[in-house]
Nanobody, 123 residues
Framework: QVQLVESGGGLVQAGGSLRLSCVAS????????MGWFRQAPGKGREFVAV????????AYADPVKGRFTMSTENSRNTVYLQMNDLTPEDTAVYYC????????????????WGQGTQVTVSS
């Protein structure tokens, strides 16, 4: 079993930055890849980014490319999402996910999920 805990969300003005964290605990060998999804009010869950913990290789959805960056802690049990140049369209609940397979995670079928952290960007 893997537990995921997100933190770092909050209220920020357009153009500002936030850094989200996700800490994995339990059987962390089952979280070889970790990533982020988001869900805005009235919309479905949207893939944001994914990272392979072993080497730090990452991939991003088109709307956040060039603005968001994922990274891993040396312990490989924590990942971060640095969000820069935020816009109101980034407002959503951001969820951390983990799985053994990157493709499975990006399809929204990751085995483990956090409870989410709210990001609100004012205009």
């Amino acid at each position: 079993q893997v537990q995921l805990v997100e933190s770092g969300g909050g209220l920020v003005q357009a153009g500002g930055s936030l850094r989200l964290s996700c800490v994995a605990s339990g059987r962390t060998s089952s979280s070889r890849v970790m990533g982020w999804f988001r869900q805005a009010p009235g919309k479905g869950r949207e893939f944001v980014a994914v990272i392979r913990r072993s080497d730090g290789n990452s991939a991003y959805a088109d709307p956040v490319k060039g603005r968001f960056t994922m990274s891993t802690e040396n312990s490989r049990n924590t990942v971060y999402l640095q969000m820069n140049d935020l816009t109101p369209e980034d407002t959503a609940v951001y969820y951390c996910a983990a799985d053994l397979d990157s493709r499975t995670l990006q399809l929204g079928r990751g085995q483990y999920w956090g409870q989410g952290t709210q990001v609100t960007v004012s205009s």
